[in-house]
């Protein structure tokens, strides 16, 4: 009697309040929303829970958690569950601390289960449009699921726990019932749309996924993106040929002319402006570098950083691939050794498929210039010249509220930002950026700028 008590005293303090969440590990779009959850530190020993939010637009439910420990990663590292009750019923689903849950999901596995009445379904994160940001180590994340998912069935409300370890860790809420959230049923509206016209000069960056843009079935959605994107500089990965990429580019735009920069690995710069010196920058051969001479009388060069860093688990290889760079950049602008002479406050910008999935000072490392093998690689060097780090620079799909640049609906892995774009903001100005998302955008605009919906899906997985 005690325990349904309590319990009824938890479903009495609902919570209701959409808004409309950026699922991009910035964070500042939650400062309207209230706190749900606050756990108190020190009450396990290892991974403790510091606070939970819940919101809800039109599409997702979305879930912000934080730590009072220390740094991990949410697809990996880790135990944390999340149950959900999506009907508000002890007597259906899992029994669990007065839950009975449709979902349980697994972040460290990547995996989840589904319970319905004739069983159990194995889930993974496509079976509930599961996204969640960063990609790297922190103390809190923002994690969003669908609403209409046939997990949750666009529920009226929800009772929600998340547990740091199995069924043994960190609760919360750490009282049994869970904690009860009322969807708002407020209509949020879709993301303000991002405009695809150009606005001076246009940089696009692309892992081209295998060399893809030169296999027949893909180069015509290839074709199609970049033709409406009309860029001035192209910067690819997974790119390793050197014949045929510049004589495509130059037939997709026949009254342009096109300079094809060498293919080093992977990696080559194609660019309108002329290309008057590229070099390989560091030895494992994953960043090379090219410099353009620009129409611009106040900047007339500008110097591209194009990368591709170790994947996946090899957070060492890509530690010490960034730390060499910063000493590589370091030791140009300081000492004037380098692959070649570069003019002093020549605007950089630094693209690519960076592959941050582990670390966050891997991030440090590339923006601020925090070298983390000091011994190796010497001292820290701020990477902008007026001394400050370079600025990442955050982009949103043009018609939806996500920041994810690699999707493979097939993997247990999430979407995530896995490409970037650094630039020196003492020296360029930014008028417009986005991510390319053709199966988010209306056929209105897919019509004018002739694209397919699934363009961007079938040309690559970035």
Not at 36 to 63: C, M, Q, R, S, V
Not at 248 to 258: L, Y
Not at 325 to 340: H, S, Y
Not at 412 to 424: A, E, I, Q, R
Request: charged fraction near 25%.
């Amino acid at each position: 009697m005690f325990g349904r008590f309590i319990t009824l005293l938890l479903y009495l303090t609902c919570l209701r309040a959409a808004h409309p969440i950026v699922i991009d590990g910035l964070f500042d779009d939650w400062q309207e929303v209230p706190v749900t959850i606050t756990d108190p530190e020190g009450d396990y020993n290892y991974d403790d829970w510091a606070e939970l939010k819940i919101t809800n637009d039109d599409d997702f439910i979305f879930f912000k958690i934080s730590l009072h420990s220390e740094e991990t990663l949410l697809q990996n590292w880790n135990n944390f569950y999340l149950y959900i009750d999506a009907d508000r019923d002890s007597l259906t689903g899992h029994p669990f601390r007065g839950l009975g849950t449709e979902l349980a999901w697994h972040f460290g596995y990547r995996t989840g289960q589904y319970f319905e009445q004739d069983g159990i379904i194995d889930l993974w994160q496509n079976d509930i449009t599961l996204r969640q940001a960063p990609t790297v180590t922190s103390t809190e994340f923002e994690i969003a699921i669908a609403r209409g998912s046939f997990v949750l069935s666009d529920p009226d409300s929800i009772a929600v726990i998340f547990s740091s370890f199995y069924d043994t860790g960190d609760y919360m809420p750490d009282s049994w019932g869970g904690v009860v959230y009322q969807l708002d049923t407020t209509v949020v509206g879709p993301a303000e749309p991002i405009l695809l016209e150009k606005t001076g000069t246009r940089l696009v960056t692309y892992n081209t996924l295998n060399t893809g843009i030169l296999e027949s079935d893909r180069q015509p959605k290839f074709q199609r993106i970049i033709q409406a994107l009309d860029p001035d500089i192209i910067a690819l990965q997974e790119h390793s040929e050197w014949n045929e990429i510049g004589d495509i580019i130059s037939s997709w735009f026949p009254e342009d002319t096109w300079y094809q920069g060498y293919t080093f690995r992977d990696l080559v710069v194609l660019s309108k402006y002329p290309i008057i010196n590229q070099a390989n920058l560091i030895s494992s051969e994953r960043t090379m570098c090219a410099l353009l001479q620009t129409d611009d009388p106040i900047n007339p060069y500008l110097l591209i950083l194009n990368s591709h860093f170790s994947c996946c688990d090899n957070d060492d290889d890509r530690q010490e691939q960034v730390d060499e760079l910063v000493q590589v950049l370091r030791e140009w602008r300081l000492n004037d050794n380098g692959p070649f002479d570069l003019p002093e406050g020549t605007p950089m910008f630094h693209v690519g498929d960076f592959n941050f999935v582990g670390y966050r000072e891997q991030i440090e490392t590339v923006t601020a210039g925090d070298i983390q093998d000091e011994a190796t690689y010497g001292i820290d060097f701020p990477l902008d010249w007026d001394g400050t780090e370079i600025t990442d620079l955050f982009s949103r799909h043009t018609h939806k509220r996500m920041a994810y640049t690699w999707r493979s609906d097939g993997s247990s892995f999430n979407p995530g930002k896995l490409d970037y774009v650094l630039y020196t903001d003492s020296n360029l100005s930014i008028l417009n950026h986005f991510v390319l998302n053709t199966l988010a955008m209306p056929d209105s605009i897919l019509n004018e700028w002739e694209l397919e919906a699934e363009d961007t899906n079938e040309a690559s997985d970035h």
